[in-house]
């Protein structure tokens, strides 16, 4: 019996010829293949006549990592012509290869990423050689371009060269060992009939060396590690999804460019791409003429020449457009030019090629495919709400039936399914919003985000749940990131989240180090735990859990904050008001009431705090110590109301210090007998030019006051200096305070030089 080992560069449609060429002519026994072993009971599914391309998508989880990737094909790839031509034949179909799942693959994101290209030295010294910008154009002017009688001779130069100059990383050696033990066992049971392996050209030289002698066994798949989950289906895929230049991890740019050359050989994909390049160009308004193709033409033509190939290849014909459409000189280098996605700053025709290059195909799946539960679900759940159809809704989520509507649209964005965009509705915990509105599209793409989010989950519920824990251990420390998570958990429906998510919530949480984003999911937690009915997360433990732990980081991070000389910051004082909302209502979630004061008759004290937040605490503790404690007494060194309001005047910090006052207890402060006429007194002190200077903070500290009690504080103003008239009408005076206060200032410089030139009041 005998082993052919052809070694390949994947969706290369050169080595898919000699793939499909080699297998007629030997027609062995088995066809052994570079992909997932663990597929091989479903071979089947990939023979039942997709329109490609399609690819094998594997989601992998456990308790420590979830990992996610791809093994694509299309209709030049070498393992799928091995696979379709093999089963023409007769052949015993096999992959041959590690599980996507295995940590082997760890890294890597798409199965089929060209190994030679991570031991380049060889590959950069053969570019220098032959006089080419990088491996593409190597590849295109050796293989591609090459004389295909020689294919067979040239790869394995190429491979050859590229592995003698490299050893193989850990993970390339442990697949090579199990491949091998593949080959080993082929060969033993083929008896007298040809075995074929189809694997990646850098593997060829170990598998050739590996697979003489050793145990003739067929491998066993490796078994999964305890608890973890693994699923792997088809879905389909596209040509923009392949191609490197949009961060594609294959060495095969333009996957339109090779389809026409598989199709219909060199001279026809070259004609094709000026084309292709020409049609895309008009249709978004780039000017090309009959003269500009034809200039192209001619110097693809000529660059072929030069360059040695028998008609344009591939970047003959771009630079060929290039040096015709493009008349500016250009910044970055063109993108044939370089490997990789595609780099800012390109010029607008040039970006419009590449795409042309790379094409529109979508991939479709035979109606026989198997898909994961999760699809089926999505489906039922699709009609059974009416959501199964293209349009606008509106949903009211004070209807019960609307609100189980939304949930369901709110899982589906969660696991960013796309086709579903809600363009109004609440925000916040704290958005009084109770209609949204959605937009339905059917979306091509929608299947294959159903069976990648399946890996989450056999429901959507449960398929969110995981998603959501998933962006919680995703984002600690990250604030806004948990925010939004706790109100998609409101959104969703989902209920608890578990145990572990709860406490990752929490030290999440607790490694917080900015008060206004603090507050802030301080405050949505606490409006979604305290009565939010309508989305079913009151008194959740998940949102209790924040509650104590965002109450208890906001009062540390206070207790050591310090800034004299800092303005008031509305964000800073709201975090303030967080806490006292958690403290007067929180308490079944373990916000104690007793370390709030602890914390706030400090904070109020402290001359080196920033004066916003001495008064946010001096309010604290008074309202918890009242409502709370019911014991004022013991807030130890807590001045009066009046002591505490004539030392913030007496610090020239008055505005600043009214502000946190004011937004943390407006009401309470302000009951107290004696207060108004203190602040009237004390402001009415102030000299022109030092009122000119506290105005904007007295604006802000003021600006909490509901525009009603604004107008009561007015009325008893005008009452406590005997004058008649409406609050009201004091509150709309024409001129802006800014002009009172610059005429005030005007009229008390006026009075210094008149007395200073002893021209004062009644001196004649």
Same mark, same amino acid.
């Given at each position: 019996?005998?082993?052919?080992v052809?070694?390949?560069?994947?969706?290369?449609?050169?080595?898919?010829?000699?793939?499909?060429?080699?297998?007629?002519?030997?027609? %062995?026994?088995?066809?052994?293949?570079? @992909?997932?072993?663990?597929?091989? @009971?479903?071979?089947?599914e990939?023979?039942? /006549?997709?329109?490609?391309?399609?690819?094998?998508?594997?989601?992998?989880?456990?308790?420590?990592?979830?990992?996610?990737?791809?093994?694509?094909?299309?209709?030049?790839? %070498?393992?799928?012509?091995?696979?379709?031509?093999?089963h023409?034949?007769?052949?015993?179909?096999?992959?041959?290869?590690?599980?996507?799942?295995?940590?082997?693959f760890?890294?890597?994101?798409?199965?089929?990423?060209d190994?030679?290209l991570?031991?380049?030295e060889?590959v950069?010294?053969?570019?220098?050689?032959?006089?080419?910008?990088?491996?593409?154009?190597?590849?295109?002017?050796?293989v591609?371009?090459?004389?295909?009688? =020689?294919?067979?001779?040239?790869?394995?130069?190429?491979?050859?060269?590229?592995?003698?100059?490299?050893?193989?990383?850990?993970?390339?050696?442990?697949?090579?060992?199990?491949?091998?033990?593949?080959?080993?066992?082929?060969?033993?049971?083929?008896?007298?009939?040809p075995?074929?392996a189809?694997?990646?050209?850098?593997?060829?030289?170990?598998?050739?060396?590996?697979?003489? @002698?050793?145990?003739?066994?067929?491998?066993?798949?490796? #078994?999964?590690?305890?608890?973890?989950?693994?699923?792997?289906?088809?879905?389909?895929?596209?040509?923009?999804?392949l191609?490197?230049?949009?961060?594609?991890?294959? /060495?095969?740019?333009?996957?339109?460019?090779?389809?026409?050359?598989?199709?219909?050989?060199?001279?026809?994909?070259a004609?094709?791409?000026?084309?292709?390049?020409? *049609?895309?160009?008009?249709?978004?308004?780039?000017?090309?003429?009959?003269?500009?193709?034809?200039?192209?033409?001619?110097?693809?033509?000529?660059?072929?020449?030069?360059?040695?190939?028998?008609?344009?290849?591939?970047?003959?014909?771009?630079?060929?457009l290039?040096?015709?459409?493009?008349a500016?000189?250009?910044?970055?280098?063109?993108?044939?030019?370089?490997?990789?996605?595609?780099?800012? *700053?390109?010029?607008?025709?040039?970006?419009?090629?590449?795409?042309?290059?790379?094409?529109?195909?979508?991939?479709?799946l035979h109606p026989?495919?198997?898909?994961? %539960?999760?699809v089926?679900?999505?489906?039922a759940?699709?009609?059974?709400?009416?959501?199964?159809?293209?349009?606008?809704?509106?949903?009211?989520?004070?209807?019960?039936?609307?609100?189980?509507?939304?949930?369901?649209?709110?899982?589906?964005?969660?696991?960013a399914?796309? *086709?579903?965009?809600?363009?109004?509705?609440?925000?916040?915990?704290?958005?009084?919003?109770?209609?949204?509105?959605?937009?339905l599209?059917?979306?091509?793409?929608?299947?294959?985000?159903?069976?990648?989010?399946?890996?989450?989950?056999?429901?959507?519920?449960a398929?969110?749940?995981?998603?959501?824990?998933?962006?919680?251990?995703?984002?600690?420390?990250?604030?806004?990131?948990?925010?939004?998570?706790?109100?998609?958990?409101?959104?969703?429906?989902?209920?608890?989240?578990?145990?572990?998510?709860? =406490?990752?919530?929490?030290?999440g949480?607790?490694?917080?180090?900015?008060?206004?984003?603090?507050?802030?999911?301080l405050?949505?937690?606490?409006?979604?735990?305290?009565? #939010?009915?309508?989305?079913?997360t009151? @008194?959740?433990?998940?949102?209790?859990?924040?509650?104590?732990?965002?109450?208890?980081?906001?009062?540390?991070?206070?207790?050591?904050?310090?800034?004299? /000389?800092?303005?008031?910051?509305?964000?800073?004082?709201?975090?303030?008001?967080?806490?006292?909302?958690?403290?007067?209502?929180?308490?079944?979630?373990?916000?104690l009431?007793?370390?709030?004061v602890?914390?706030?008759?400090? &904070?109020?004290?402290?001359?080196a705090?920033?004066?916003?937040?001495? /008064?946010?605490?001096?309010?604290?503790?008074?309202?918890?110590?009242?409502?709370?404690?019911?014991?004022?007494?013991?807030? %130890?060194?807590?001045?009066?109301?009046?002591?505490?309001?004539?030392?913030?005047?007496?610090?020239?910090?008055?505005?600043?210090?009214?502000?946190?006052?004011?937004?943390?207890?407006?009401?309470?402060?302000?009951? &107290? #007998?004696g207060?108004?006429?203190?602040?009237?007194?004390?402001?009415?002190?102030?000299?022109?030019?030092?009122?000119?200077?506290?105005?904007?903070?007295?604006?802000?500290a003021?600006?909490?006051?509901?525009?009603?009690?604004?107008?009561?504080?007015?009325?008893?103003?005008?009452?406590?200096?005997?004058?008649?008239?409406?609050?009201?009408?004091?509150?709309?005076?024409?001129?802006?305070? =800014?002009? &009172?206060?610059?005429?005030?200032?005007?009229?008390?410089?006026?009075?210094?030089?008149?007395?200073?030139?002893?021209?004062?009041?009644?001196?004649?």
């Amino acid at each position: 019996m005998s082993l052919t080992v052809i070694g390949v560069r994947h969706h290369s449609p050169a080595c898919a010829r000699l793939v499909a060429a080699t297998i007629r002519a030997l027609r %062995p026994a088995y066809v052994l293949i570079e @992909g997932p072993s663990d597929m091989n @009971g479903r071979i089947g599914e990939m023979l039942l /006549g997709h329109e490609l391309p399609v690819a094998v998508f594997t989601n992998y989880a456990d308790g420590e990592r979830r990992h996610g990737s791809w093994a694509p094909f299309c209709a030049y790839s %070498p393992e799928w012509v091995a696979l379709q031509t093999g089963h023409e034949t007769g052949a015993e179909l096999r992959f041959i290869d590690l599980p996507a799942w295995h940590e082997a693959f760890a890294d890597r994101s798409n199965r089929y990423a060209d190994a030679e290209l991570r031991y380049a030295e060889a590959v950069d010294r053969l570019c220098t050689t032959f006089g080419v910008d990088n491996t593409d154009a190597l590849w295109d002017h050796l293989v591609e371009m090459g004389p295909q009688e =020689e294919i067979a001779e040239r790869l394995t130069a190429y491979f050859d060269l590229i592995r003698g100059e490299s050893a193989a990383g850990e993970s390339d050696t442990a697949r090579e060992a199990y491949m091998a033990g593949w080959l080993r066992a082929a060969r033993a049971h083929a008896g007298d009939r040809p075995v074929v392996a189809v694997v990646g050209g850098f593997h060829r030289p170990a598998l050739l060396r590996l697979a003489e @002698g050793g145990p003739a066994d067929w491998p066993p798949v490796p #078994d999964l590690p305890a608890g973890a989950v693994v699923g792997s289906y088809l879905v389909p895929y596209s040509f923009r999804r392949l191609d490197a230049f949009a961060g594609y991890q294959s /060495g095969m740019p333009s996957p339109e460019y090779y389809q026409q050359l598989w199709d219909h050989g060199p001279e026809t994909a070259a004609r094709h791409l000026v084309t292709a390049v020409a *049609g895309r160009l008009r249709g978004r308004g780039h000017p090309v003429s009959t003269a500009d193709l034809i200039a192209a033409r001619t110097t693809a033509e000529a660059l072929a020449l030069l360059r040695g190939h028998p008609v344009p290849a591939r970047v003959d014909v771009l630079d060929g457009l290039a040096s015709a459409l493009v008349a500016e000189a250009l910044d970055v280098p063109l993108p044939w030019s370089v490997r990789g996605a595609l780099t800012a *700053g390109q010029h607008p025709a040039v970006v419009e090629m590449t795409a042309a290059l790379s094409g529109a195909r979508l991939g479709r799946l035979h109606p026989d495919t198997p898909l994961p %539960p999760l699809v089926h679900a999505v489906t039922a759940e699709l009609e059974r709400h009416g959501l199964d159809r293209s349009g606008e809704i509106t949903v009211d989520l004070l209807d019960p039936r609307d609100r189980e509507r939304s949930r369901v649209l709110h899982r589906l964005r969660v696991m960013a399914i796309p *086709g579903y965009a809600r363009s109004t509705g609440p925000e916040s915990g704290l958005d009084p919003a109770l209609v949204e509105t959605w937009t339905l599209r059917d979306e091509g793409s929608r299947l294959v985000a159903l069976i990648e989010a399946g890996g989450y989950g056999a429901t959507l519920p449960a398929a969110v749940e995981a998603r959501l824990a998933e962006r919680v251990a995703e984002s600690p420390g990250d604030l806004a990131a948990l925010a939004a998570v706790l109100f998609d958990v409101a959104l969703s429906g989902v209920g608890e989240l578990t145990g572990d998510v709860l =406490e990752q919530l929490g030290h999440g949480v607790a490694a917080g180090t900015d008060l206004a984003e603090l507050g802030r999911v301080l405050s949505v937690a606490l409006a979604l735990w305290r009565h #939010d009915e309508l989305f079913g997360t009151a @008194g959740t433990a998940a949102l209790g859990v924040v509650l104590e732990a965002a109450t208890r980081r906001i009062l540390w991070l206070s207790d050591g904050l310090h800034g004299p /000389g800092r303005p008031a910051d509305p964000k800073r004082i709201r975090a303030v008001v967080a806490v006292r909302d958690a403290v007067l209502h929180g308490r079944r979630a373990g916000v104690l009431p007793a370390a709030a004061v602890e914390v706030a008759g400090r &904070v109020a004290v402290d001359r080196a705090a920033p004066p916003d937040l001495r /008064g946010a605490f001096y309010g604290l503790a008074r309202v918890v110590a009242a409502a709370v404690l019911t014991d004022l007494p013991g807030v %130890p060194g807590l001045p009066t109301p009046a002591e505490a309001v004539r030392g913030a005047f007496a610090g020239g910090t008055a505005g600043d210090w009214l502000a946190g006052l004011f937004g943390v207890a407006r009401e309470t402060v302000l009951a &107290v #007998d004696g207060m108004l006429p203190l602040l009237d007194d004390l402001i009415s002190g102030f000299a022109a030019d030092e009122f000119l200077v506290a105005l904007p903070a007295l604006r802000q500290a003021f600006e909490f006051f509901p525009p009603r009690e604004r107008e009561t504080i007015a009325d008893r103003l005008l009452d406590w200096r005997g004058m008649t008239g409406s609050g009201r009408a004091l509150l709309r005076v024409p001129a802006t305070p =800014e002009v &009172v206060a610059a005429g005030m200032a005007l009229d008390e410089l006026v009075e210094r030089r008149l007395s200073a030139a002893g021209l004062g009041t009644g001196e004649r």
